[in-house]
């Protein structure tokens, strides 16, 4: 007899830098609100989203790390364990999106077995964009990661993009599940066993 109530929940991180948006992505999702003056993130923030994929219950743990510089040294210990990382970055800015480049690669060597979605935020902003989504599309594509553009401000693609994020890890199986002790434990391999004296 298989369990129709399973439930899962997996650690998410927002990387991206100071004023990208990562913040407001987060209260539109979980609030459905958007502020003008939403204050700088110190540190991290912690946010969940409950969603349903399917007959599995989820629970998305999104952790919204600080992107100012002073504040970079402390990302990996966010997302070490993530199940799923979105980078994000500012349509309207290139500089933003030189860095979330950077993150994904940080990513890519650091934490491999993360799920990871690059995020163009602010499209809204149409008529001031500096990043073209082709040239998202062509980089997401050739380092294999997903890719999409949302607002926070009109809430453009937030839900669909975290929707996609649950499915995605529920189809996946990801071993960076959050176990009952909330403590990120990856799938457990067997020891691999070596003879130094061959």
């Known amino acids: 007899m298989s369990n129709t109530n399973a439930s899962k929940r997996y650690k ?22 958007w502020s003008e003056t939403l204050n700088s993130t110190v540190g991290a923030s912690f946010f969940r989203y ?15 790390t600080a992107g100012q510089e002073r504040y970079r040294s402390l990302a990996s210990m966010y997302y070490r364990g993530a ?10 800015s290139h500089d933003t999106f030189e860095c979330a480049l950077n993150w994904v690669r940080e990513l ?3 934490s491999p077995e993360t799920i990871i979605t690059l995020v163009g935020n ?9 990043v073209s ?3 998202c ?8 990661v997903f890719s999409i553009e949302t607002s926070a401000k009109s809430g453009n693609g937030v839900q669909e993009m975290f929707d996609n994020i649950a499915k995605t890890l529920v ?4 071993p960076n599940s959050v176990r009952e002790s909330r403590v990120i434990v990856p799938e457990q391999r067997p020891a691999q066993q070596f003879n130094c004296c061959n």
């Open 171 to 174: 189809e996946a199986k990801n």
């Open 12 to 33: 998410i991180v927002l990387l991206g830098e100071s004023g990208v948006g990562k913040s407001s992505l987060a209260e539109r999702l979980v609030k459905q609100k």
């Open 50 to 64: 409950p969603c349903r994929v399917g007959d599995v219950d989820v629970c998305l743990e999104i952790w919204d």
């Open 133 to 135: 989504t082709e040239e």
């Open 83 to 92: 199940a799923a990382a979105l980078v994000v970055y500012d349509i309207i």
């Open 108 to 110: 890519s060597t650091n």
């Open 137 to 144: 599309q062509r980089y997401a594509t050739e380092v294999g």
């Open 122 to 130: 602010k499209n809204d902003l149409e008529e001031s964009r500096c």
